[in-house]
Each structure stands twice: as C-alpha cells, then as structure tokens.
C-alpha cells in the first residue's frame, strides 16, 4: 500500500527537517517536495518505481506527489527536509512535474549548504529559502531531468484531473471516463496505483485544499467549503475531523 502523508503536504512554509539512521520508509507521497542528503553511507531511494542508490554527498530533490521510498541501514545516514513549494515558488512553477535525478553539488556550494542546510534545525526564514534556490540551482545544473508524466502518465493524470475539478462532486466513474479508462480497468490500476479507497483519496485532497484556505483568516468557512467541493457545512466538519481530529474552525484557531 501507498502511503498519502497528508502532515506533509501543508503550504504556508511548512518545513520538517530529520536525520535518519537504520530507517526503512515503504512507498509514499506528499504535496511538499522533499530533499534527501546523503550524509553518511549508502541510502537506498525509489522514486515512482525507479530503484536507485544515494552514495555519501550525493542528493536528490523529489518533487511533489511523486511516490518515492528511502533506506538507511547500520550506519548510514541521511538529511531529509520536507518543505511546501511556496519555498521556492519560482521553481515549482517551471519544475513541480519533472522528476529529477540524483545529483552531486559543486564543492563550494555544498560547504555553504552543510553549514546552514543539512543541519538538524532549519535555519532563518530568508536564510532557508537562500539555501533551497540553491540546491534548485544545482539540481537543474548537475541533475538529469525526466517527465514526470513518462514516467508514471496514470498517477499523474488521475492526481491532475482530481486537484483540476476538486470542487466538483467527483465519482471514480465521472473520472475515469474524463481520462477514457473503462471503469473496471481504471478501478484495477487505481487500486494499484494509490492503494486506497477512491473517495477516501479525494477526500485527502479536499482537506488540503480546505487547509491551505484555511490559513487565511478573513474567508468565509462556508464559501471554503464550496470551493473544496465538500458539498455541505456538516460533510466538510465530518470529513475534516475524520483527517485531523478537529473541526475546520478548530484547525484555523491554531494557525
């Protein structure tokens, strides 16, 4: 099964930072892009089905909604940082659909990054989103870019559609003949695709639509409600505290 991390799939500069040892991470996806650091060792990586190994010093920024798996064993060890697109918003523009592979930074670069980046807390706001254009900088200079589309067309086609039509009442059907799948066949590669129940997986993208609105204060919880295709006021407090335990006006008062 394919885990959706929907911790890890918050705007508003959401950033986690870790650093990983002996560490086993099954296949996954987020909003947020990650950045994985070799930082000793070997760390074994996948990313949407594409098995390859992170060597000490190497990196590979992985974008979002990309299904990717990671492994540290003995005493290897990795920097991970998981951070919404606003960071670099410039970037995600041009770049959120292009897998990217691993690369290597030149040396003066990453001296600047180990000091400030790869470090166990995020640094400054403005220092933060310095040092992420620069592994930007470095990827598209030193990495080789492939589309996120060849590479996994269905799960990209299906995550665009869904985000594209979200406040819209979507059945697995109505998608399924906007992509001209037969219903049964596209039930068949959704299951293994995402490994979850199709209105369970809407629901996720909904609640992070309704999260990122959310943060804004002065809009209407009702008219956030209609723009996340939640349908009524009492759907979306159910659904949004079947997700986080609180109810979407509990969730804004703690922003």
């Not at 804004?216 to 949004?240: H, L, M, P, Q, Y």
């Amino acid at each position: 099964m394919i885990e959706h991390q929907i911790t890890n799939s918050y705007g508003n500069y959401n950033s986690n930072t870790f650093i990983y040892k002996d560490l086993d991470y099954t296949p996954h996806f987020h909003g947020n892009y990650e950045l994985i650091y070799a930082l000793r060792g070997d760390i074994e990586i996948s990313t949407n089905g594409v098995f390859d190994t992170l060597h000490q010093g190497e990196m590979i920024l992985v974008s979002p909604y990309t299904v990717h798996s990671l492994k540290a064993q003995g005493e290897d060890e990795m920097w991970v940082s998981v951070f919404s697109p606003d960071f670099i918003s410039s970037f995600d523009e041009k770049n959120r659909n292009i897998n990217y592979s691993k690369f290597r930074c030149d040396n003066e670069v990453e001296e600047i990054l180990k000091k400030f980046l790869f470090v166990k807390k995020a640094p400054e706001h403005f220092l933060h989103i310095s040092c992420l254009y620069l592994v930007c900088n470095e990827c598209v200079k030193h990495a080789v870019p492939a589309d996120s589309r060849a590479n996994n067309e269905f799960r990209y086609r299906v995550i665009e559609l869904i985000s594209a039509n979200i406040d819209c009442e979507l059945s697995m059907k109505q998608v399924a003949d906007a992509l001209g799948y037969e219903y049964h066949y596209f039930s068949a590669l959704f299951n293994e695709g995402f490994g979850m129940n199709f209105k369970a997986f809407v629901n996720l993208f909904r609640f992070e639509k309704a999260c990122r609105l959310l943060c804004d204060k002065r809009a209407d919880i009702t008219k956030i409600c209609g723009e996340c295709g939640f349908g009524s006021i009492r759907n979306f407090n159910r659904v949004f505290k079947s997700i986080s335990g609180r109810t979407p006006g509990e969730y804004r008062a703690e922003q």
